[in-house]
């Protein structure tokens, strides 16, 4: 929307950062937005960004819509992330902005993020820190250079005259707040911004802009709080869960008995017992509503009995996966390499004079959400869409639910709010309820909000997909590693078709395959980054295959698997890490002098040399002297991993005790050092590693999907159980500032992936034994302790 | 119909009586503190106070609060007011010693599970002032129908907290 009589004002420009400025006059007395920006066409490929010209939707190539300076100095950003518990976007994020328009940390009044109508670039809740540039980032020192070059006008002096400090900028003996600068005027800053609103990337704001050097920082580095702490904490927070409208039904799903099972007639509710009850049914989608959540609950349950479901099994049962996944087609994939994959390694095996071969396996895991994933939907007879839930990529969820409808996404709001953290379930666009409340309230004309039981939760998600992987090293006379092999079996990991879009028969994305792009692909990338460059013959291959079960099924629903905290890599990083702890052992030498001698990044050194420090790690090699595998007497043990993820350098020792009688590990201490370059926020960062380390433990020690052949078995905290308070080991984190590095690297993966390497090398360690698959859970410990 | 005094209003309730709890405060008071984490007792976050014990309202039909007191995470600052006999000006402006440490501590990750961890730790810290690593641990892990469980991982940052929380409430009795 072009506005007349505007005349570009040639600031810095299209030729030097890629964004323009134009001016006008505007009176307008006491609004809040004064400083807006506009388009500059040619500066924009306007191709790249789809969605652009959407209903509903902000123009991502204005600065103003990530960044507002109203004239009571007060700031407003503007995030199209949803964080759900990093609170990185309303910590780290505030601080970014902060420092680039040389603003104080307290001016960030107001962060907007995750609605669809209200935020400018989409994108999962994932790589928040963008490896040092996320796009508020650089919207910030777009909007700095704009600031400075009013600052040169109305001060009257030269722009490199004019600086900036605490949002207030001078030059020439005169000074002027932000606020004052931008009152009166409307200014338009073109941005440039390139990529796919609704995709899982969303947009990324490209150009130069200047951008504050990391010697000037004053507000990046210092412990600020996360004001959404305290709204949870005092109830003020306004939840998912917490959203109702006018005339809204309570709904609950009838999910199918198997993962492959069809719709033969569904159950009516008993009138006399719930009056107001009512069926929905979509081809095999079953969903039960109420105006009162009790009457649902009750009726869903008394549908649920009365419902039936052909029969299916088509699943290999849990005890059978990987045996299942051995004979599976690995054929039709593409095979992935690494880029660093080099020399001969066949012959380099040969010539070895010690070899390790083994083979690793990791079970399928939940996400499992602490609050079962729910969505109101209220779609109106117009053919308007909103959604109120929380999602970690509400404009994938957009497009997904516009795919359903055969509508525009110019129809669909959605709107994000607090929610149970689902760790990457929803980065793709849905975690589970959102269609199925978009298809019963479309049918009802009424806002529907659908609410998953526990059960639902853990039987209809998708899930972490398991993996296999066999490893070969060969060692010199030396005890040096001169050759390193490994083939990555995984089945496709992400797969975002809403899944009540597929009981009831309509549109989705394709099904992962091996002619699907990106992540909508079977290939199985080498996600893990090699980190021991002193070792010449490398050879790493992934092998990719489709879901478990999910072709033999009738619904096209297996075992449908999604991105899970530091996903993929995780399921590559416990093979390599497990496995060097075993060369280390191989060779006698200690497990952290023999990453260092292998290594050569000096950050990977640096955080393995921080936490033998910090874990007082004793230098000898694996087995312990003391080490033994019969007893009831508890024996201790301890291993060590690496991990480079997200711009971040990982090292993590986990102390244990396991109990040979009865195979029950203790996780006693966990180190871990961490790496980002520039921290950002130590509090924040901390606790986020905490957090992580925790559910690291949980996942090493307990948590598989448990399925039989027709569907998941885990249907609760009983049968799906994850860790308790009383058996979290002392946690210690060190964090390593690097300013030098330049850039700031992810927090919230990573740590959860640390422990299980660490883990089985400490349970070698102690008992001498090698456990090669997870969880380690006793029953298995102690078998393999008995072997 | 069933009576029940939450946060110290008496309420008359109109929802079927084997209504749970949870149900009741959520959609007929409008208290969204206690979340709906499982259905089944078994996460804890859907606890409140009843007669000054933690219970999962998730599983407690209303009629069984039927003329007792119920204490939901928005009703702690007054209960704290009220137990210390704070002036309504002051009262105000308290939070409960349990918030005040949950957010001096930054506490919670999503925050989903905090409410029934909060409302432990009042029950804890009103028994015990000054519990030891273990009473924490086995007042959140044994105490109750189920472990408190935090998905998170939050369990560090909420003892913390449990502790901080204690030292608060000595300095301010």
């Not at chain 1, 598989?704 to 946690?731: C, G, N, Q, V």
């Not at chain 2, 469980?149 to 502790?163: D, H, M, N, P, T």
Request: charged letters at 20%; proline letters at 6%.
């Amino acid at each position: 929307m072009a506005i007349p009589n505007e005349k570009p004002v040639d600031i810095f420009g299209a030729s030097l950062f890629s964004a323009k400025l134009t001016r006008r006059q505007l009176v307008k007395t006491g609004g809040a937005l004064l400083v807006g920006f506009e388009i500059a066409g040619a500066a924009v490929p306007k191709k790249a960004v789809k969605g652009k010209s959407s209903k509903n939707s902000l123009d991502p190539t204005l600065s103003s819509s990530w960044i507002e300076i109203h004239p009571d100095n007060t700031i407003l950003i503007r995030t199209g992330k949803s964080d759900f518990g990093q609170g990185t976007t309303f910590t780290a994020y505030r601080q970014i902005v902060a420092e680039e328009l040389n603003a104080r940390f307290e001016d960030i009044t107001t962060v907007v993020m995750g609605d669809t109508d209200r935020t400018p670039d989409g994108s999962g809740a994932f790589d928040f820190l963008g490896r040092g540039t996320p796009n508020v980032r650089k919207a910030a020192a777009y909007t700095y250079q704009a600031l400075l070059e009013l600052a040169s006008q109305k001060l009257g002096v030269p722009k490199d005259q004019v600086s900036a400090k605490d949002g207030v900028v001078s030059g020439g003996g005169k000074s002027s707040s932000y606020g004052e600068l931008v009152k009166g005027q409307q200014l338009k800053l073109t941005i440039p911004v390139m990529g796919d609103l609704t995709s899982i990337i969303g947009l990324t704001v490209t150009g130069e802009p200047p951008m504050k050097p990391v010697s000037q920082y004053t507000i990046i580095g210092k412990p600020y709080k996360n004001s959404v702490i305290t709204s949870k904490v005092t109830a003020r927070e306004q939840w998912a869960t917490d959203v109702r409208l006018p005339n809204m039904l309570h709904a609950r799903m009838v999910h199918p008995k198997t993962l492959g099972s069809k719709l033969i007639s569904a159950g009516e509710p008993d009138k006399s017992k719930f009056p107001n009850a009512q069926v929905v049914v979509k081809g095999n989608l079953v969903g039960v509503v109420a105006p009162t959540e009790w009457e649902a609950i009750r009726a869903a349950q008394q549908v649920a009995a009365a419902t039936k479901w052909t029969d299916w099994k088509g699943l290999p049962g849990d005890a059978n996966l990987f045996q299942h996944l051995r004979q599976a087609d690995w054929k039709t994939t593409r095979v992935a390499k690494s880029d660093k994959s080099r020399g001969d390694a066949p012959s380099a095996m040969t010539g070895a004079v010690k070899k390790l071969s083994a083979s690793y396996e990791f079970s399928f895991m939940k996400h499992a959400p602490i609050g079962p994933t729910m969505a109101l939907a209220d779609v109106q007879a117009d053919g308007s869409v909103h959604i109120y839930t929380h999602n970690q990529n509400p404009q994938a969820l957009r497009g997904e639910i516009a795919q359903m409808l055969g509508a525009s996404i110019d129809n669909i709001v959605v709107r994000t709010f607090a929610g149970p953290g689902h760790y990457g379930r929803s980065n793709g666009g849905n975690a589970g309820a959102e269609d199925e409340a978009v298809i019963l309230s479309k049918a009802l004309g009424k806002p529907v909000r659908v609410q998953w039981m526990r059960p639902d939760d853990f039987q209809w998600s998708t899930q972490s997909p398991a993996a296999l992987a066999d490893v070969e090293i060969g060692l010199d006379a030396n005890g040096k590693m001169v050759a390193y092999q490994v083939d990555h079996y995984m089945p496709a990991g992400q797969d975002d078709r809403p899944v009540g879009a597929l009981l009831a028969g309509l549109p989705t994305m394709p099904a992962p395959s091996e002619n699907g792009v990106f992540i909508g692909s079977t290939v199985n990338e080498i996600a893990d980054p090699w980190l021991y460059d002193g070792v010449s013959v490398l050879m790493e291959r992934g092998h990719g295959t489709f879901q478990v079960g999910q072709k033999a099924s009738p619904l096209a629903i297996g075992l449908r698997d999604h991105s899970m905290r530091t996903p993929g890599q995780f399921q590559q990083n416990y093979p390599r890490e497990l496995a060097i702890s075993e060369a280390a052992a191989l060779a006698g030498a200690d497990a952290i002098q023999f990453r260092i001698d292998h290594a050569t990044e000096e950050r990977a050194i640096g955080v393995l040399k921080a936490v033998r420090d910090a874990s007082d790690w004793e230098t000898r090699p694996s087995p312990a002297s003391s080490a033994v595998s019969t007893g009831d007497q508890a024996v201790r043990g301890r291993g060590v991993s690496l991990m480079f993820r997200s711009g971040t350098y990982w090292a993590c020792v986990c102390e244990i005790a396991v109990t040979p009688g009865t195979g029950v590990i203790k996780v006693e201490k966990s180190t871990i050092a961490v790496d980002p370059g520039i921290v950002v926020n130590p509090l924040q960062l901390t606790r986020q590693v905490e957090g992580g380390a925790v559910m690291g433990v949980s996942h090493a020690l307990l948590e598989e999907a448990k399925f039989d052949e027709s569907a998941i078995t885990s249907r609760d905290w009983r049968t799906y159980p994850i860790l308790k308070m009383a058996d979290i080991p002392e946690i210690k984190v060190v964090l390593l500032n690097r300013p030098e590095v330049g850039a700031y690297g992810g927090g919230s993966e990573a740590a959860n992936a640390l422990a299980a390497p660490a883990i089985a090398a400490a349970l070698h360690d102690a008992t001498g034994k090698i456990a090669r698959r997870l969880p380690l859970k006793p029953d298995y410990v102690q078998a393999l302790l008995k072997a | 119909m069933v009576t029940i005094i939450v946060n110290g209003v008496q309420r008359e309730i109109q929802s079927a009586a084997d209504t749970p709890l949870l149900y009741v405060l959520r959609n007929d008071l409008g208290l969204s503190s206690p979340q709906f984490g499982c259905g089944l007792a078994q996460c804890g976050s859907c606890s409140v106070l009843l007669e000054g014990k933690e219970i999962r309202s998730c599983i407690t039909p209303v009629s069984a609060a039927a003329g007792k007191a119920v204490v939901t995470l928005e009703g702690l600052p007054a209960r704290w007011a009220q137990q210390k006999g704070l002036s309504k000006t002051d009262a105000e402006k308290t939070l409960h010693p349990v918030q005040q440490a949950w957010i001096e501590e930054q506490t919670p990750l999503c925050g989903f599970c905090q409410n029934g961890m909060m409302i432990k730790a009042t029950e804890l810290l009103e028994h015990s002032a000054t519990p030891s690593l273990e009473e924490i641990k086995a007042a959140f892990t044994t105490s109750g129908p189920s472990p408190h469980l935090c998905r998170c991982g939050s369990y560090k940052a909420i003892i913390e907290a449990v502790q901080r929380a204690g030292t608060i409430m000595a300095e301010r009795s």
